[in-house]
């Protein structure tokens, strides 16, 4: 839910950075380039870290054996995800 | 003393952050079925020691071993799923889930034989409901417990268990820390309650300046006229009285 929340927000305020900035059209503009996807991923999991950090989820997490990078690849493959669909859908 | 009678070791043990140096050849250790504790004052070094050796941070230098192998780029989920449970100082719990949460993950993760009885020993039945943010200092700490009680860790290091906790879950938290030794546990802990700690631990580390001294048993602390009064103070007597 985290990422997804993240993800939307993240893709919201590009495409709209886009769509002002260098006339992109909707909904064109909700996909960013591969170099913007990579950035925005890496900024959701770096979000994700610091927020799971902040409430104490890391150590709990890491008390039961998970560790923070088999953690990021689990919130990446839910960004590929999304981003497959978005782009599915986008067409 | 072979390497393998301790449960846990961290030996020779380095830090520095920046150019502050936190560590020099400080050790920590715990046996199975005892109570280590480490005593100190504030800025000593005792919980970024712990934290090295729960591998929440790595040390410059030093070797931390876990029964006996020496682990290298030693990580808190490496050492967890060898038996070994971290809480730390500040909390282990996450305040926007519930207690139950908590312990379903931990069932669901290493079964579920010891979670009834440790909330029955913790007496956290009427808060398994409660976000674990509408709970107080005591009532977390109580669900901390609760959850080392039922992981049953082989060796558990709880850092400042007793802070800002009143007297009454002070006696109750102190008397789980027992439960997990004699159950077979290494305990590590650490506290500024000399009373309590000294009443429940088996072997005293005096933590100063960034090393740490092996003084003994409890007994052998009250005994150590340095020990006593750089750190214990002036109320206590050498067989723990007040005085």
Redesign the interface.
């Known amino acids: 839910m985290r990422v997804l929340v993240l993800w939307l927000f993240l893709h919201a305020a590009s495409s709209y950075g886009s769509t002002a900035m260098i006339e992109t059209p909707f909904p064109q503009s909700l996909i960013p380039s591969p170099i913007s996807t990579s950035f925005l991923i890496a900024v959701i999991v770096l979000v994700v870290r610091v927020e799971m950090g902040r409430?104490?989820?890391i150590?709990?997490?890491?008390?039961?054996?998970?560790?923070f990078r088999?953690i990021a690849l689990v919130v990446i493959g839910e960004c590929l995800v999304l981003e497959t669909s978005l782009r599915v859908a986008v067409g | 003393m072979a390497n393998t009678e301790y449960a846990l070791r961290a030996e020779g043990i380095g830090k520095s952050f920046g150019r502050v140096e936190a560590l020099k050849a400080a050790s920590l250790w715990g046996e199975a079925g005892k109570v280590t504790t480490l005593l100190g004052r504030n800025g000593a070094g005792k919980t970024t020691l712990m934290k090295i050796a729960a591998g929440v941070l790595r040390p410059d230098y030093g070797v931390v071993s876990l029964f006996g192998d020496v682990r290298e780029n030693h990580s808190l989920p490496r050492l967890a799923r060898s038996g070994l449970m971290y809480v730390p100082q500040d909390q282990l719990v996450s305040p926007r889930y519930r207690v139950r949460d908590h312990l379903h993950a931990l069932a669901t993760t290493f079964g579920s034989a010891g979670v009834d009885a440790a909330i029955s020993e913790t007496r956290i039945e009427a808060l398994l409901d409660q976000t674990v943010g509408s709970l107080s200092g005591g009532e977390r700490m109580r669900v901390s417990f609760a959850l080392a009680l039922a992981r049953a860790p082989k060796v558990l290091i709880v850092d400042e268990p007793l802070i800002r906790l009143s007297p009454q879950n002070q006696e109750a938290l102190a008397n789980a820390l027992r439960t997990l030794a004699r159950r077979g546990a290494a305990v590590i802990t650490s506290g500024h309650d000399a009373r309590v700690l000294l009443s429940i631990s088996d072997v005293i580390l005096w933590c100063v300046a960034g090393t740490t001294h092996h003084i003994g048993t409890p007994t052998e602390a009250l005994a150590h006229s340095q020990f006593r009064r750089e750190y214990l103070g002036a109320e206590f007597g050498p067989h723990g009285e007040r005085l």
């Open positions: 409430r104490s989820e150590v709990f997490l890491a008390n039961l054996g998970h560790s088999r």
